[in-house]
């Protein structure tokens, strides 16, 4: 019986990232498969039967005898990273989901359906730029060509990656087979914001996950010597991506409740004495109107061509993806509510699988506190006694549906 700081001190070591501090475990990386090992020696030790899907999803079954799959009730997260990211964001999920079963076999409850713990890969989308690549690719909500043509930054396409994990690329796609084992799927998440600071609560059930998307800019100029070219014969693509990043943030705090942001911006060739010849930037916009996040999208798109075309440069705008705003399946919420005494519903800017599942099966969240309300960085963070009270809701909420 572990507590899930016990299992996450367990993995502290693995993926640290001494350059920027925190976490790096892109998918299929060295640091995630091994955390994908630890995962399955946890649920081998806890006699749950550890099984890889055809698109990299670990499901670890608690088989009922006689009861079969179908319909099952399903718990788990992820554990990928951003770059530099915090110990908590995924694994609190998935080392919960391990305590919650050895809570509930020390409760003694005899389950009237099977119970699996998954593991989604590239939930961050940090290698190949697409977030949820595993739970969209299980509920066909992105196309399988599409997704084993994605690359990483060192050219390595996903069909490539998940066929160095073991995989076959040509079986990766929606599997109905998998869908429809999941009865109700629920996600343990340690809040990504402020909510639970503010509501001084340890733990709440999630409303509804703000519409996101990805989208890259590319802007073109002319390469050339730093040393050699006149400012007045220049056309700079990295002083136009300076106005775009300004632009972006000017666009976003014009309209209530958006939130946009230039995370990765990358210059093309990148030497310190060239003019770059291309910046490609990575934009991502949230709000809770999807229609709102189109129009401010389309704002910056011309704001960026302005700014281009000022340096002489030229722009392009990309979408890598997009989910619209999901709210949780409200009986399943009410459920978790009244199962764990009537705590807090909260909406999150934050992406999840469970938002992607949401639109084949019902599912739901419960978020529990990061009292620094900091995420994507290391300073994310969950007391011990929050860490085992949101196992214990797990548990309580999984009791109620078993
Ligand atoms: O980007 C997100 O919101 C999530 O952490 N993947
Ligand atoms: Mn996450
Ligand atoms: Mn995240
Ligand atoms: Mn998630």
């Known amino acids: 019986m572990d507590s899930v700081s016990t299992l996450l001190d367990s993995i502290d070591g693995v993926g640290r990232d001494a350059r920027r501090g925190g976490y ?7 640091a995630e498969s091994e955390l994908r090992e630890w995962f399955t020696a946890e649920a081998g030790r806890r006699g749950l039967a550890v099984e890889s899907d055809r ?15 179908r319909g099952s009730l399903v718990t788990g997260s992820h554990l990928d990273s951003v770059p ?11 080392a919960s989901a391990l305590a919650a079963v050895d809570l509930l076999r020390g409760r003694g409850v005899q389950p009237n359906r099977s119970l699996a713990v998954a593991v989604f890969p590239e939930e961050e989308g940090s290698r190949f730029g697409v977030a949820c690549l595993g739970s969209r690719l299980l509920t066909g909500t992105l196309d399988a060509d599409r997704a084993r043509s994605l690359t990483d930054a060192d050219g390595t396409t996903f069909a490539d990656a998940s066929r160095a994990a073991g995989l076959d690329p040509a079986g990766l796609g929606r599997d109905d087979e998998a869908l429809g084992n999941i009865g109700d799927f629920i996600e343990l998440h340690v809040e990504q914001g402020r909510g639970l600071i503010d509501l001084d609560s340890a733990v709440a059930v999630g409303s509804f996950v703000l519409g996101h998307g990805r989208w890259r800019l590319s802007v073109r100029g002319q390469g050339n010597h730093a040393g050699t070219t006149l400012m007045a014969d220049r056309a ?39 003019i770059a010849s291309r910046v490609d930037l990575w934009l991502d916009v949230r709000h809770p109107d999807d229609a709102v996040t189109a129009a401010l999208v389309e ?31 409200p009986a399943l919420q009410r459920g978790l509510a009244n199962s764990l005494g009537g705590v807090p519903a909260l909406p999150t800017g934050a992406g ?7 639109g084949v099966v019902p599912s739901a969240m419960l978020y529990v506190r990061n ?16 860490a085992d009270a949101g196992a214990a809701a797990l548990a309580d909420v999984l009791e109620d549906l078993l």
């Open 352 to 358: 999840h699988d469970a938002a992607v599942l949401a």
């Open 371 to 386: 009292p620094t309300g900091v995420s994507h960085s290391p300073e994310e963070y969950v007391e011990r006694e929050d």
């Open 84 to 94: 530099g990211g915090g110990a908590f964001d995924g694994p609190l999920g998935v």
């Open 55 to 69: 698109n990299g999803i670990l499901w670890a079954w608690w088989d009922v005898p006689g009861i079969g799959r």
């Open 299 to 329: 704002t910056i798109h011309g704001k960026a061509q302005k700014a281009a075309a000022f340096e002489g440069c030229s722009v392009t705008l990309t979408e890598e993806s997009f989910s619209g705003t999901v709210a949780f399946d």
């Open 236 to 274: 700079d693509p990295m002083v136009a991506a300076a106005q775009i990043v300004l632009a972006v943030r000017e666009a976003a705090r014009r309209q209530d409740g958006a939130r946009a942001t230039v995370g990765r911006l990358t210059p093309v060739p990148g030497g310190t004495n060239v």
């Open 24 to 30: 790096s475990r892109p998918v299929y990386s060295a």
